[in-house]
């Protein structure tokens, strides 16, 4: 019979039972109560019972005298359903039958036939005569055990290969890359997973070492040929990646391979010895844009930041933000006394406060609903609590909403910032972070130019305590780039027209930026609180920057779809005050080296702190008036570098140009 007959055959078997009852039946019902399970052993071991009687009376010996039926069968139907009990041969899943069931059967069983053996020789004793025949009770033993078994068996491989056929045609046809420990755990855990979410069809060995072996029963493909060969061979549409041993490099090989012939990409972290399967199915998840940054991660000085952060009070601005929030997390692992948690966002701030709540710690947990901009209220805050450490992260940060409202860019980002490090300074707080922005650098729009203003104010203050030998604050910045997953970053943005079919809206199609995620920006700024002396601006080693238009085409096809084809990319132009790149520093700084060869500091000179703050508070003065155009001008006088692009504020410096 040729393949197409055969084919045919079973499909009409498969349509035949789709359309039945019977088929409806069984694909509906739930699991076996343990009751009727407990019933099919039994009727089980009668029949093996049966056999065995009728198999050993073939051969001329008695397997059971007739006259001790009547205690025979009772004592056999006994001992059976006591072993049964025993060793709870019933309470296991028919259809989820494995190994521990075999045992559990093969134990009862045989444990069975040895009390038989013990009553034979009791019997004997007694009466002279055999309940069972000796050897009858092995033969016995083996048939029931090996029904037993079957039964359970045939059941498993039906419902594997009928009544979950239909839910299989749903299934995505993956292949996973390793053969190690570690991909041998996850595809026990995907074929385990309800409801199933992959058909595994094989495993890429990356060393060749096991050629025509197979894996729980799938053949190991030999990564000789490019992966995207080996999918488009065997109809996979996904790679799940488990080998433990693959470099960062490798792992961009493969997946930027895969997703030029869009296929999908999932990976799953190493799996530990105790994680049970449910555990790991859950920890498969999609190639996320975070892991394909071309740069090892930051390594930390934990000793240092432990040692400035155990016992103390932190005190977190803007803690409910998507950078405050982390720093929160980050800095509890370092046991302070206690961590002060300020915002003015409530909802988002009580989320948090619910989150770090529920993990175990010794630190006293303060949420503090308030506002930056209002000094009275600050330092209540500051003479309550005593804080020794400050992580100043509260600001307003999107580009085109603060080009359209100066004055409130003065009073968060500006104003805030001097609230903040004034109190900081009048209170003796051993150290004050500011978390600044790349856009800081050279600024082209009024949010970058606000930071750049609290980076001056911060820097000249330190600079006047340090002259003024006046107090202990050490005053430091951390300017880093766009922050992957934050609140109004583009890969969230992305995320979600790609979710909503399209189309993704890109400003151009030359902008680049530098990208970190989160937790990377969030360790600078502990490192930067630890190893600062004062003064500093640390910038980090960011790597490449990264063409946001490829950025696009990378998480459209990660999410499964063809770029220009299934989701569209929409350029709308640049929004005001957006630069097609951005810097880490500033025309005239230089760099120095620190001990961590991933972070540096911008050597900026100093202003004069009393000059900067007479020009600052006149700004402050002048926002009240929310006047737009007089604001930037002053913002422009204190930034000699901030040049308007795509924005409404040029025109001032083509006045000042004229002058």
């Given at each position: 019979?040729?393949?197409?007959?055969?084919?045919?055959?079973?499909?009409?078997?498969?349509?035949?039972?789709?359309?039945?009852?019977?088929?409806?039946?069984?694909?509906?019902?739930?699991?076996?109560?343990?009751w009727?399970?407990?019933?099919?052993?039994?009727?089980?071991?009668?029949?093996?019972?049966?056999l065995?009687?009728?198999?050993?009376?073939?051969?001329?010996?008695?397997?059971?005298?007739?006259?001790?039926?009547?205690i025979?069968?009772?004592?056999?139907?006994?001992?059976?359903?006591?072993?049964?009990?025993?060793?709870?041969?019933?309470?296991?899943?028919?259809?989820?039958?494995?190994?521990?069931?075999?045992?559990?059967?093969?134990?009862?069983?045989?444990?069975?036939?040895?009390?038989?053996?013990?009553?034979?020789?009791?019997?004997?004793?007694?009466?002279?005569?055999?309940?069972?025949?000796?050897?009858?009770?092995?033969?016995?033993?083996?048939?029931?055990?090996?029904?037993?078994?079957?039964?359970?068996?045939?059941?498993?491989?039906?419902?594997?290969?009928?009544?979950?056929?239909?839910?299989?045609?749903?299934?995505?046809?993956?292949?996973?890359?390793?053969?190690?420990?570690?991909?041998?755990a996850v595809?026990?855990?995907?074929?385990?997973?309800?409801?199933?979410?992959?058909?595994?069809?094989?495993?890429?060995?990356?060393?060749?070492?096991?050629?025509?072996?197979?894996?729980?029963?799938?053949?190991?493909?030999?990564?000789?040929?490019?992966?995207?060969?080996l999918?488009?061979?065997?109809?996979?549409?996904?790679?799940?990646?488990?080998?433990?041993?693959?470099?960062?490099?490798?792992?961009?090989?493969?997946?930027?391979?895969?997703?030029?012939?869009?296929?999908?990409?999932?990976?799953?972290?190493?799996?530990?010895?105790?994680?049970?399967?449910?555990?790991?199915?859950?920890k498969?998840?999609?190639?996320?844009?975070?892991?394909l940054?071309?740069?090892?991660?930051?390594?930390?000085?934990?000793?240092?930041?432990?040692?400035?952060?155990?016992?103390?009070?932190?005190?977190?601005?803007?803690?409910?933000?998507?950078?405050?929030?982390?720093?929160?997390?980050?800095?509890?692992?370092?046991?302070?006394?206690?961590?002060?948690?300020?915002?003015?966002?409530?909802?988002?701030?009580?989320?948090?406060?619910?989150?770090?709540?529920?993990?175990?710690?010794?630190?006293?947990?303060?949420?503090?609903?308030?506002?930056?901009?209002?000094?009275?209220?600050?330092?209540?805050?500051?003479?309550?609590?005593?804080?020794?450490?400050?992580?100043?992260?509260?600001?307003?940060?999107?580009?085109?909403?603060?080009?359209?409202?100066?004055?409130?860019?003065?009073?968060?980002?500006?104003?805030?910032?001097?609230?903040?490090?004034?109190?900081?300074?009048?209170?003796?707080?051993?150290?004050?972070?500011?978390?600044?922005?790349?856009?800081?650098?050279?600024?082209?729009?009024?949010?970058?130019?606000?930071?750049?203003?609290?980076?001056?104010?911060?820097?000249?203050?330190?600079?006047?305590?340090?002259?003024?030998?006046?107090?202990?604050?050490?005053?430091?910045?951390?300017?880093?780039?766009?922050?992957?997953?934050?609140?109004?970053?583009?890969?969230?943005?992305?995320?979600?027209?790609?979710?909503?079919?399209?189309?993704?809206?890109?400003?151009?199609?030359?902008?680049?930026?530098?990208?970190?995620?989160?937790?990377?920006?969030?360790?600078?700024?502990?490192?930067?609180?630890?190893?600062?002396?004062?003064?500093?601006?640390?910038?980090?080693?960011?790597?490449?920057?990264v063409?946001?238009?490829?950025?696009?085409?990378?998480?459209?096809?990660?999410?499964?779809?063809?770029?220009?084809?299934?989701?569209?990319?929409?350029?709308?132009?640049?929004?005001?005050?957006?630069?097609?790149?951005?810097e880490?520093?500033?025309?005239?700084?230089?760099?120095?080296?620190?001990?961590?060869?991933?972070?540096?500091i911008?050597?900026?000179v100093?202003?004069?702190?009393?000059?900067?703050?007479?020009?600052?508070?006149?700004?402050?003065?002048?926002?009240?008036?929310?006047?737009?155009?007089?604001?930037?001008?002053?913002?422009k006088?204190?930034?000699?570098?901030?040049?308007?692009?795509?924005?409404?504020?040029?025109i001032?410096?083509?006045?000042?140009?004229?002058?």
């Open positions: 019979m040729d393949k197409k007959s055969k084919k045919n055959i079973s499909g009409a078997i498969d349509y035949a039972l789709g359309n039945t009852k019977l088929w409806h039946t069984f694909h509906n019902l739930g699991y076996l109560p343990r009727i399970i407990f019933l099919i052993d039994v009727f089980v071991i009668s029949v093996t019972a049966l065995s009687y009728f198999l050993i009376y073939r051969t001329g010996e008695i397997y059971i005298e007739k006259d001790l039926f009547i025979s069968v009772p004592v056999y139907l006994l001992v059976s359903v006591v072993t049964f009990r025993v060793f709870r041969t019933y309470s296991g899943i028919i259809r989820h039958s494995s190994y521990i069931d075999a045992v559990k059967i093969f134990f009862s069983q045989f444990t069975a036939a040895f009390i038989f053996l013990a009553l034979n020789s009791l019997y004997k004793s007694i009466t002279g005569d055999l309940l069972f025949l000796n050897i009858g009770i092995l033969i016995n033993a083996v048939f029931s055990f090996s029904c037993l078994f079957l039964y359970r068996v045939l059941v498993k491989q039906f419902f594997e290969n009928y009544l979950n056929q239909s839910k299989q045609s749903n299934l995505t046809r993956a292949i996973i890359y390793g053969t190690d420990a570690n991909a041998i595809a026990n855990a995907l074929k385990s997973e309800v409801p199933g979410r992959f058909k595994l069809v094989g495993f890429i060995d990356k060393y060749g070492q096991n050629k025509s072996k197979m894996i729980l029963g799938l053949p190991i493909l030999q990564h000789k040929k490019k992966a995207s060969t999918m488009r061979v065997f109809n996979a549409q996904a790679l799940i990646l488990a080998d433990k041993n693959l470099s960062k490099e490798e792992q961009l090989t493969i997946v930027d391979e895969c997703l030029d012939f869009n296929y999908k990409v999932y990976t799953v972290p190493l799996v530990s010895d105790w994680e049970d399967q449910k555990e790991i199915s859950r498969i998840k999609n190639f996320q844009i975070q892991d940054l071309e740069r090892k991660p930051i390594v930390l000085d934990n000793r240092s930041i432990s040692n400035q952060l155990k016992g103390k009070s932190v005190l977190i601005t803007g803690a409910a933000g998507s950078i405050g929030s982390e720093i929160v997390r980050q800095v509890i692992q370092f046991g302070p006394r206690r961590i002060i948690m300020l915002d003015q966002a409530e909802t988002p701030l009580h989320h948090l406060s619910l989150e770090i709540s529920k993990l175990e710690n010794k630190s006293e947990l303060v949420t503090i609903i308030g506002d930056v901009r209002k000094k009275a209220e600050l330092s209540e805050i500051f003479s309550s609590y005593a804080p020794d450490v400050v992580y100043h992260a509260a600001a307003y940060k999107h580009v085109p909403l603060m080009e359209g409202n100066p004055s409130q860019a003065i009073f968060a980002n500006i104003l805030g910032s001097k609230n903040v490090a004034d109190l900081a300074c009048e209170y003796n707080v051993d150290s004050f972070v500011m978390v600044s922005t790349d856009k800081a650098v050279n600024p082209s729009n009024v949010m970058g130019a606000s930071k750049r203003i609290a980076e001056k104010y911060v820097q000249s203050l330190h600079k006047s305590v340090v002259d003024s030998k006046s107090g202990k604050t050490k005053f430091i910045t951390t300017r880093f780039g766009n922050v992957l997953g934050s609140n109004g970053s583009v890969v969230p943005l992305f995320t979600k027209q790609i979710e909503s079919g399209g189309p993704i809206t890109l400003t151009h199609p030359d902008i680049i930026r530098y990208f970190m995620t989160i937790p990377e920006a969030c360790q600078l700024v502990l490192e930067a609180g630890a190893m600062g002396k004062g003064g500093e601006i640390y910038i980090f080693d960011m790597g490449k920057p063409k946001i238009i490829d950025l696009a085409r990378k998480m459209i096809r990660l999410a499964g779809f063809i770029p220009e084809k299934d989701i569209d990319i929409k350029i709308v132009g640049l929004r005001p005050g957006e630069k097609l790149y951005e880490l520093l500033n025309d005239g700084s230089k760099t120095l080296p620190t001990h961590h060869e991933k972070i540096m911008a050597q900026d100093a202003d004069d702190y009393e000059d900067l703050r007479e020009k600052v508070v006149d700004l402050i003065a002048t926002s009240k008036t929310y006047s737009s155009q007089e604001i930037v001008s002053k913002m006088v204190i930034v000699p570098e901030f040049k308007s692009m795509n924005s409404n504020f040029e001032l410096d083509k006045e000042a140009v004229k002058k």
